[in-house]
């Protein structure tokens, strides 16, 4: 489980690590300091310091897998770009550990932010070069776009190296509890694709992706620095495609369509043979034909 919460001390991180979640995910909002503070005049997130280097503190604490992000368009985006990968240059050089995580949101329409009022909004071309040089200034990280993003720029920037999407989101607190009347929703943001999970999935294995459901490495306690040496040698693909296609598997038998069903059996079929080990081929073979009959939950 991944958690998005407010700055906070190094206890309340500890407790958070003791409770066993995943990645830590805190967006810097802006990394202008006078923006930032001209942002949030008063009240919790006001102290940029203790914002800024909530990250430190969750480390300190113990959480080893942070999220960074930034939102493009509060301030100019070259000073934003910097500050990110400042942001994950310090984490790497002070713990070890650089972002797990980078996340790119930018400004859109909500219930109380008019984007025009913004007047520093990226354009498309914009947002595509920034997604693309996060990717090469830093390889090892997981990008995450989210469903604020039309289906076709989502679609631009998958080529660009974003790893993480969301599918079916709901931005309204409490709105994967209970469905809101429309006229009552207070969302955080206008979602621009609408698509549903499955739906998100098949286009994903339609356009050559696989789509992966794996949460293996913290499950295993492959975290931190042991994930990062992993991650930056390129091991880490060795557990990642059969783990995909694995817990693809999964979700082809518990939850989708027989039309996306039917694309990934195919997509499994034909990705089962560019395993490189023989070994682990067999395994994963094994198991798809286990996950067929019932049997869950199996992770290298
Ligand atoms: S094995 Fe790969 S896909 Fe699975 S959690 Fe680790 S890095 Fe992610």
């Known amino acids: 489980m991944n958690v998005n919460i407010a700055a906070t001390t190094v206890e309340n991180y500890r407790k958070l690590r003791d409770a066993g979640i995943g990645t830590y995910i805190l967006f810097q909002e802006t990394y202008h300091k006078e923006s930032y503070e001209k942002l949030h005049p008063t009240g919790p997130k006001h102290n940029y310091c203790y914002h800024t280097e909530a990250m430190d503190r969750a480390m300190q604490g113990g959480i080893d897998?942070?999220?960074?992000?930034?939102?493009?368009?509060?301030?100019?985006?070259?000073?934003?770009?910097?500050?990110?990968?400042?942001?994950?240059?310090?984490?790497?050089?002070?713990?070890?550990?650089?972002?797990?995580?980078?996340?790119?949101?930018?400004?859109k329409r909500a219930d109380d932010i008019d984007p025009n009022v913004f007047d520093n909004g990226i354009d498309d071309d914009t947002f595509a070069k920034i997604v693309a040089c996060i990717r090469i200034a830093v390889p090892y990280t997981g990008m995450i776009i989210s469903t604020r993003e039309s289906k076709s720029v989502r679609e631009r920037l998958l080529h660009l190296g974003i790893s993480q999407i969301s599918g079916a989101s709901k931005t309204s607190v409490g709105g994967y509890a209970e469905e809101e009347p429309e006229d009552e929703k207070s969302?955080?943001?206008?979602?621009?694709?609408?698509?549903?999970?499955?739906?998100?999935?098949?286009?994903?294995?339609?356009?050559?992706?696989?789509?992966?459901?794996?949460?293996?490495?913290?499950?295993?306690?492959?975290?931190?620095?042991?994930f990062m040496s992993l991650c930056k040698s390129g091991q880490i693909q060795n557990c990642c495609q059969p783990n995909a296609l694995m817990t693809l598997k999964e979700y082809l038998m518990d939850y989708a369509s027989p039309k996306t069903r039917e694309v990934g059996e195919r997509l499994i079929e034909n990705e089962?043979?560019?395993?490189?080990?023989?070994?682990?081929?067999?395994?994963?073979?094994?198991?798809?034909?286990?996950?067929?009959?019932?049997?869950?939950?199996?992770?290298?």
């Open 65 to 107: 897998d942070v999220g960074l992000g930034v939102l493009f368009g509060l301030e100019l985006y070259r000073y934003e770009f910097a500050g990110l990968l400042m942001h994950a240059e310090h984490l790497e050089a002070a713990f070890g550990v650089g972002p797990h995580t980078i996340s790119v949101p930018r400004i």
């Open 187 to 226: 969302e955080q943001f206008d979602v621009s694709d609408n698509r549903t999970l499955d739906e998100v999935v098949r286009w994903l294995m339609e356009q050559g992706y696989i789509p992966s459901f794996c949460t293996a490495c913290y499950r295993e306690g492959r975290t931190g620095d042991r």
């Open 272 to 300: 089962m043979k560019n395993v490189a080990s023989d070994k682990v081929r067999a395994i994963a073979t094994e198991r798809l034909i286990k996950i067929e009959q019932g049997e869950r939950d199996f992770r290298f």
